[in-house]
């Protein structure tokens, strides 16, 4: 959900997810002299409390010396910037943002401007997408706060897992448990298949009188790996009844995530997105749970199960997915479009880079293995509008993506801790070894716009993945509320990694950056009103 209000001089556009609230805030340029940053108080009428947020930098010269991980009042000490993000928000509740203009001294802060916005988050039970999305920080100022760095096996009662998975490992298992009773079934198609609790609920459901069949991958490759990982956990869930072994075609990977709930012979949902089922994907790196609850979309992802099932070759496979889930010619339906792999050309990724190309307001992706190059030389244009990149780590063609300003880069495996004076030291939970912080794979296409595109599920954005591996995509066009969900996930990690990144990225980081203190006068402004630079787009792309 998005809305606006505009008071005088000053407005304010709030977009909401489940659990993140945005909020663009503009300030007319004639209005901005002497702007000492924003004011944001939260009345949350859901639980009746009023209070205003808080946020890490002071005032130099009224610092009150806190201890580190400290937050402070944004009312004693503004936000600079305009574009801030309520993480702490909550499914289905209602509040109202007033934003107020400070001016003044430091020592003597006044009130101006100002503008309140009432929205409502997402309810996370209802609708055609639900959309879950695990806390995805593997070590950060909050997880040091609220359990001190303690490991989250550790942490008494499950804590820290529940606060990792932030409703995701719950939501699939009220997915699979919905199969309750001989008149269900469920078929998926899943490549690490190693936490135990899910493992076990799939034989819940087969003993209800549900009918359950599970692909796993099993395929006999170097490093036997996930193979003897997901037979060592169907052992020991005692469910190798319920499993198929996907084995050919060693050399590629068997790389879904989806699961088909069916209710009297008729597909009726589907769950996808990027998490493997095991303790790094549902609490560690970053990852999305996705439903549909579209018969059309569940028939698609079972017929496809289907030829999966037994176990075909590449070979056999490619012309399948191409017949059945052609790539979309230029825009897609304003509906849901499958997409699965492997094919038979690299037309699907063309396709991806060609969405890119044509939009003219912001493009915003996730890569956790590098950026493919057709996605690259797209990023590397001159182009006028804003291209956000989140990474897991620096690429080969990383130089490339930093010609244009207006392509903002935030990398997860940079030196965590310490980036600035008043952080704890973050500690990773090593919960992943291989990829450890970025690992969700989509794409937003003009996202608030009125037909927004959110591509979305296990590729990633790879040669590889759209011709070897087993994979599948949602592309979801002209659904606001999911591209809100998406959009403002998608910044809470950004700027997560965003500071750590510039912070490492060069040995004298510029002083936003480095310095834990705000500006004592309106000197933060420069560039917001600036023709043309990126944070000029930025403030009137967020705030419409």
């Known amino acids: ?80 910037a305009f574009l801030w993000g309520d993480f702490t928000a909550k499914p289905n509740h209602d509040y109202t943002y007033r934003v107020v203009t400070l001016r003044g001294k430091p020592k003597k802060l006044e009130q101006g401007e100002a503008v309140a916005v009432r929205i409502a988050t997402e309810d996370e039970t209802v609708g055609v997408h639900t959309v879950y999305f695990n806390r995805g920080v593997a070590g950060s100022q909050a997880y040091a706060r609220k359990f001190n760095n303690v490991p989250p096996d550790k942490v008494p009662r499950g804590r820290a897992w529940a606060w990792l998975s932030r409703g995701l490992v719950e939501a699939l298992l009220a997915f699979i448990k919905q199969a309750n009773g001989s008149q269900y079934e469920l078929r998926g198609a899943l490549y690490e298949f190693q936490y135990l609790p899910v493992l076990e609920a799939f034989g819940a459901a087969q003993r209800t009188g549900a009918a359950v069949k599970i692909i796993f991958d099993a395929k006999p490759n170097g490093q036997n790996y996930p193979n003897q990982a997901n037979r060592e956990a169907i052992a020991a869930a005692n469910i190798e009844s319920l499993t198929i072994p996907r084995e050919t075609n060693p050399s590629y990977i068997a790389h879904n995530k989806f699961i088909v709930l069916l209710k009297d012979g008729k597909p009726i949902q589907v769950w996808t997105g990027s998490t493997n089922i095991t303790d790094g994907g549902i609490f560690g790196h970053s990852n999305v749970g996705h439903i549909v609850r579209d018969s059309t979309v569940a028939a698609s992802y079972l017929a496809y199960w289907e030829q999966l099932s037994h176990d075909p070759t590449a070979a056999k496979l490619r012309p399948w997915n ?94 965590k801790g310490g980036t600035f004076d008043r952080f704890l030291t973050e500690k990773t939970t090593n919960l992943n070894t291989h990829v450890r912080y970025i690992h969700t794979k989509y794409m937003l296409i003009d996202p608030l716009s009125d037909d927004p595109i959110v591509i979305t599920g296990s590729a990633n954005f790879s040669d590889a993945s759209t011709q070897k591996n087993d994979e599948n995509m949602l592309v979801i066009r002209g659904d606001r509320r999911v591209a809100d969900i998406y959009l403002g996930e998608f910044i809470r990690l950004f700027n997560h990694y965003y500071a750590r990144y510039v912070t490492t990225l060069q040995s004298a980081a510029p002083a936003e950056a480095r310095s834990v203190y705000l500006e004592p006068d309106d000197s933060w402004l420069k560039g917001y009103y600036e023709a043309g630079s990126p944070k000029q787009k930025e403030r009137l792309y967020f705030a419409n």
Do not use: C
């Open 322 to 415: 191409e017949q059945h889930t052609p790539v979309p010619v230029n825009l897609p339906p304003t509906e849901t479009t499958t997409l699965f792999s492997p094919r038979p050309s690299l037309k699907a990724l063309e396709w991806y880079a060609d969405r890119m190309e044509a939009t003219h307001t912001a493009v915003f992706l996730t890569a956790a293995f590098g950026v493919n190059d057709l996605l690259a030389d797209v990023l590397a244009k001159d182009n006028d509008y804003l291209r956000y990149v989140l990474l897991e780590k620096e690429g080969g063609n990383i130089e490339a993506l930093r010609r244009d300003p207006d392509t903002r880069i935030a990398v997860g495996a940079v030196k």
């Open 1 to 80: 959900m998005r809305k606006k209000e505009t008071n005088g001089a000053i407005a304010v556009q709030a977009i909401a997810g489940s659990y993140v609230v945005l909020l663009g805030i503009d300030l007319a340029e004639a209005s901005s002299a002497g702007a000492l940053g924003f004011a944001i108080e939260r009345i949350d009428h859901t639980e009746d409390e009023r209070y205003w947020l808080k946020g890490f930098r002071t005032f130099e010269e009224t610092d009150p010396n806190l201890p580190p991980g400290s937050l402070v009042s944004t009312l004693e000490h503004p936000i600079q």
